[in-house]
């Protein structure tokens, strides 16, 4: 009998990869986790008792309580709440107790997907498929403030852009776990694709994986 499915996808801030898990979770009818929610939820734990957010001891503790089942989007999705989840996340001891609870929701018996930073690289090392989806920063810019300015907001693109870049930075650059493609993940840059495209390229992956999964 073939495993069950786990379709890992990583990728920088903004590449559009949270909408594509959410797709592809919808039409394989499985389970999705955007990881990036359970570090959003230990910095927002910290922001809230006013506790530093380089505050090891603390962080751990928030990240204990972290229930996957009881993650508020419309509350972890702030600008500032991501800002602060990539400074918790380079904590290895905070990384290490959400990796365990990530590992336990893609153990599922339905199978799952994910999508992260890390899922390809650490989480899921085995997983059925793993996709790294980019676009240029600047184009992920752009995308960030049409999405800031279609719910009535104003924003710089000069400033989003930097923001963007800086993020990239903190995530590539920090020693535990670092966002880099796995060697066996299929790049899927949408620069020039619309969300519809790129849903198709990558049903397309997934469908070709989960062919040669059930051979195996
Ligand atoms: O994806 P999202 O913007 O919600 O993630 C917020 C931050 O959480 C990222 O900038 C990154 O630092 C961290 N993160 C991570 N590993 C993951 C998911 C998110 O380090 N698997």
Redesign the pocket.
């Given at each position: 009998m073939s495993r069950p499915p786990v379709i890992a996808i990583d990728g920088p801030?903004g590449a559009g990869k949270g909408t594509l898990a959410r797709r592809l979770a919808d039409y394989y009818h499985l389970p999705h986790l955007?990881?990036?929610?359970t570090?959003?939820a230990v910095a927002h734990m910290l922001i809230a008792k006013g506790w530093p957010l380089g505050d090891a001891p603390h962080a751990v503790e928030a990240a204990r309580l972290v229930d996957l089942g009881s993650l508020d989007k419309a509350i972890l999705s702030a600008h500032a709440v991501?800002e602060a989840?990539?400074k918790v996340?380079v904590l290895p001891e905070v990384r290490k107790i959400l990796v365990d609870k990530q590992r336990a929701f893609a153990a599922q018996p339905s199978g799952a997907v994910l999508d992260?930073?890390?899922?390809g690289t650490v989480v899921c090392p085995g997983a059925t498929i793993k996709l790294y989806v980019t676009a240029s920063a600047e184009v992920r810019a752009r995308r960030r403030l049409a999405e800031i300015e279609a719910n009535d907001g104003a924003g710089d693109f000069a400033t989003i852009l930097a923001d963007i870049v800086r993020?990239d930075e903190?995530?590539m650059g920090r020693a535990d776990s670092p966002l880099k493609p796995a060697a066996d993940a299929h790049l899927l840059d949408t620069s020039e694709m619309d969300i519809e495209t790129a849903f198709l390229a990558a049903r397309a992956l997934v469908d070709d994986a989960l062919a040669k999964g059930s051979k195996a």
């Amino acid at each position: 009998m073939s495993r069950p499915p786990v379709i890992a996808i990583d990728g920088p801030a903004g590449a559009g990869k949270g909408t594509l898990a959410r797709r592809l979770a919808d039409y394989y009818h499985l389970p999705h986790l955007d990881t990036g929610l359970t570090y959003r939820a230990v910095a927002h734990m910290l922001i809230a008792k006013g506790w530093p957010l380089g505050d090891a001891p603390h962080a751990v503790e928030a990240a204990r309580l972290v229930d996957l089942g009881s993650l508020d989007k419309a509350i972890l999705s702030a600008h500032a709440v991501g800002e602060a989840a990539s400074k918790v996340a380079v904590l290895p001891e905070v990384r290490k107790i959400l990796v365990d609870k990530q590992r336990a929701f893609a153990a599922q018996p339905s199978g799952a997907v994910l999508d992260g930073r890390d899922i390809g690289t650490v989480v899921c090392p085995g997983a059925t498929i793993k996709l790294y989806v980019t676009a240029s920063a600047e184009v992920r810019a752009r995308r960030r403030l049409a999405e800031i300015e279609a719910n009535d907001g104003a924003g710089d693109f000069a400033t989003i852009l930097a923001d963007i870049v800086r993020r990239d930075e903190r995530d590539m650059g920090r020693a535990d776990s670092p966002l880099k493609p796995a060697a066996d993940a299929h790049l899927l840059d949408t620069s020039e694709m619309d969300i519809e495209t790129a849903f198709l390229a990558a049903r397309a992956l997934v469908d070709d994986a989960l062919a040669k999964g059930s051979k195996a």
